[in-house]
């Protein structure tokens, strides 16, 4: 069975690790941070609509 061929089980994971890594910096270094300022800026939308009623 071809998944359980060592000659490609080194090239697997290494692809595998790369596409996660590349997946988690991508996560962190955009969505995050846009993520963050969207739902502060709600926040505080909220409380300055409350707060004026």
């Known amino acids: 069975m071809p998944q359980f061929d ?3 089980f ?3 994971v290494f692809w595998l690790l ?3 890594f590349n997946f988690y910096l991508v996560v ?5 941070p846009s ?4 739902l502060k800026s709600r926040i505080k939308h909220l409380k ?4 004026s009623k």
């Open 10 to 12: 080194f090239n697997q």
């Open 6 to 8: 060592t000659m490609t």
């Open 28 to 32: 962190v270094r955009f969505i995050l």
């Open 18 to 20: 790369l596409i996660v």
């Open 48 to 51: 300055v609509t409350v707060e």
């Open 35 to 38: 993520l963050a300022f969207s």
